[in-house]
């Protein structure tokens, strides 16, 4: 059973960093390319990252290039998203989601974890 | 940037037929997927490449996509239907998603 749940969300003030964290289980990490997505309060989805199943190309949608990083470790079947620079519209519910690699879509969904950046 | 066009919300009858369009640039060439969300849960895929259906999605849901306008269908509407429904491309090394369709069984 496929499994992916995101941790380390919270509440953090403007200009702050924090890392958010996705354990997965029942498939074979390294096989697979993931991704971050969010959704803000009452809003649509929005894609986030990528990285490549081993790891090696990452991308980036424009509204976090520069300030978030994508990264994964096979040994603890984890993905990670480093957000710098934190601003009040990044508050959402921050998904993770895995892909079969060339398929373009998302087939499995964590249940996500909520950032507030505020004052 | 590529950008998916979906109406703000979509009414259906119970039992009815919804259908919910995506549109954008040639959308015919690329491969779109759809997915459905309740409100406070995470999203779940309900069709991939065009037209396939998970096996965990009842034969309901359908799609096609030609032109300048994916489409999914929703037959026999149940009330366990109403949701928020995103289409979703990939272009160039990013992925696209609609701002999503709240569709209404009345």
């Known amino acids: 059973q496929v499994r992916l749940v995101e941790s380390g969300g919270g509440v953090v003030l403007p200009g702050r960093s924090l890392r958010l964290s996705c354990a997965t289980s029942?498939?074979?990490?390294?096989?697979?390319?993931m991704h971050w997505v969010r959704q803000a309060p009452g809003k649509g989805l929005e894609w986030l990252a990528v990285i490549s199943y081993d790891g090696t190309n990452k991308y980036y949608a424009d509204s976090v290039r520069g300030r978030f990083t994508i990264s994964g470790d096979e040994s603890k079947n984890t993905l990670y998203l480093q957000m710098n620079s934190l601003k009040p519209e990044d508050s959402a519910v921050y998904y993770c989601?895995?892909?079969?690699?060339?398929?373009?879509?998302?087939?499995?969904w964590g249940q996500g974890t909520l950032v507030t950046v505020s004052s | 940037s590529y950008e998916l066009t979906q109406p703000l919300s979509v009414s259906v009858a119970l039992g009815q037929t919804a259908r919910i369009p995506c549109g954008g640039n040639n959308i015919g060439t690329k491969s779109v997927h759809w997915y459905q969300q309740k409100p406070g849960q995470a999203p779940v895929l309900v069709i991939y490449k065009d037209t396939n259906r998970p096996s965990w999605i009842p034969e309901r849901f359908s799609a096609s996509n030609s032109g300048n306008t994916a489409t999914l269908t929703i037959s026999r509407a149940q009330a366990g239907d109403e949701a928020d429904y995103y289409c979703?491309?990939?272009?160039?090394?990013?992925?696209?998603f609609g701002a999503g369709t709240k569709v209404t069984v009345l």
């Open positions: 989601a895995s892909e079969i690699p060339l398929s373009g879509n998302f087939d499995y």
């Open positions: 029942g498939f074979t990490f390294s096989d697979y390319v």
């Open positions: 979703q491309v990939w272009d160039s090394n990013t992925y696209v």
